[in-house]
Every structure is written in C-alpha cells, then in structure tokens.
C-alpha cells in the first residue's frame, strides 16, 4: 500500500509501575528501566510526535500515580500525551487532562462499562478518548480482547470490539499484540491488518517493535501511528534513526 498520503506518527510509550518505567516481555517480567519525565523529555528531543504513558498497575490496584507524572512530564515537552490507567469515571478523565494529558487511553473499565464511552466521547470529544485493546491471538486468524496489563480474559473478539469501540466514540484505537510485545520479533501484521481493514478511525500499533524494518513493515499497512518501548527504552534505535530510516524508504513521516 502507498502511504506517501499519510504521516505516520511515531510514539515512544512508557509503562509507569510507581515512579519507574518498566519493561517486560508479554507484559510480565517487568524491569525498571528509568525515569518518566526524563525519558519523555528524551524523546521530545529526539523528534517523538506523541507520547503515551500507561499506568499498568492502576485498574489492578487502584492508584492514581499518573497525575504526577503526566504533570512532570508536560512541563518539559511540547507534543500530545496520551495518558492511561485506571481511569473509571469522567472526573478522572478532567483531572489528567488538567494535568497537562491531550488523550486518555482506556481498556478496562470500557470492557467492563461500554456505555462509559459514549459518555466520555460527549464530553471531551472522540478525538480525546483512546480506546485501548490489548489482544492475544487464541487460535488462527483470531484474536481475545485482554485487561489488566493482558492478565484477564474478556471474551471479546479484537475485531468485533475494535468495531464497536469505534461506533461507541473512540476517536483513536491503541492495539497491543500481547504476543509480540517485549519481544523484539516485529509486530503481529495480521492482526494489524485485519483492524484497519474493519475500522475507519486512527489506528496505533504496539508490541514487537525490534528494529527499523519492523516500523517500515508496519507503516506499509496504511496505519496511523507506530509506538515502541524496547527498541527505545534500551537506546537501540532512536526516534530520529526510525524516521530516517522510513522517509529514506518513502514512508511519509512528521519531521
């Protein structure tokens, strides 16, 4: 496909346990790897078009740390924050968006409060809500939807709800292959390209990202944006090197 039309968004993404960013692989054996706002401001100046950070533990326990970071954050840098977590009500959604956040990324209470979309959709605007889905293959050419940093099942069909997320008020889909991430092998194609296939709204891919190829493979897809941590996180490219790397293949990137 010829994605000389569209700019393809690159965003690092920070998973925020506590104070730390951590990593793993599939969501699990998570290690810390460094500061957030000294990593988001690394990466602003690097030419990062967006920022996402997700609070991994906050559906599971209840913790609002993300107000901070996302407030520390923004006072360094000067591009979109996507922020996620444990958001479960619309003054939740007011308050990190006062905190210096553009979007807000929610997985588990949409699942568990479908209608709660809409409402936040109304309130804010589709291009503010950020349906999250974080989706592992169960059987060939079919994928579950998963909660909780990918520890609860749904019984949701990642397409299925993909589509329903998007009629409910989603401006904006973040897709996590639960499979791929962490583990530097490129991202799950297929399922990329079954979501954009059934859905009209931006798409951002995650999970897998190992090398500049593997942001090339995915561009060619017609997907909105590409967001990565390890290959980041652990300095083996930086967001300059994947942008160079894409225009010089004729992918259309922000500069």
């Not at 009500?89 to 979007?103: H, T, V």
């Not at 994928?143 to 709800?161: C, H, P, Q, S, Y």
């Not at 092998?185 to 979501?195: F, H, Q, S, T, V």
């Not at 897809?221 to 941590?229: E, K, P, Q, T």
């Amino acid at each position: 496909m010829n994605t000389t039309f569209k700019k393809i968004r690159i965003i690092p993404r920070l998973d925020v346990k506590g104070s730390n960013v951590i990593k793993g692989v599939h969501l699990e054996c998570l290690k810390i790897v460094g500061n957030p706002q000294d990593m988001a401001t690394r990466y602003y100046n690097e030419g990062a078009d967006e920022i996402i950070c997700m609070d991994i533990v906050a559906s599971l326990y209840g913790r609002k740390n993300l107000l901070n970071i996302i407030s520390e954050a923004a006072k360094n840098i000067f591009i979109p924050l996507t922020a996620g977590g444990g958001i479960k009500s619309i003054k939740d959604i007011k308050n990190i968006l006062r905190a210096g956040a553009d979007k807000v990324a929610i997985n588990t209470y949409a699942v568990k409060n479908p209608d709660f979309i809409p409402k936040a959709a109304k309130a804010f605007g589709s291009q503010c809500i950020v349906g999250s889905i974080e989706a592992k293959l169960i059987e060939p050419g079919k994928w579950e939807a998963f909660t909780d940093n990918g520890r609860e099942k749904t019984g949701l069909d990642v397409i299925k709800w993909a589509q329903r997320l998007e009629k409910l008020g989603a401006g904006e889909l973040l897709i996590t292959s639960v499979d791929k991430e962490g583990t530097t092998k490129g991202y799950d194609l297929e399922l990329m390209n079954k979501i954009t296939q059934a859905v009209k709204i931006p798409i951002i891919a995650c999970g897998g990202a190992g090398s500049p190829k593997d942001f090339y493979n995915t561009a060619t897809l017609g997907i909105d944006a590409i967001a990565a941590s390890h290959v980041f996180h652990y300095q083996k490219h930086n967001v300059k090197e994947i942008k160079k790397y894409l225009k010089n293949k004729k992918i259309n990137v922000r500069t």
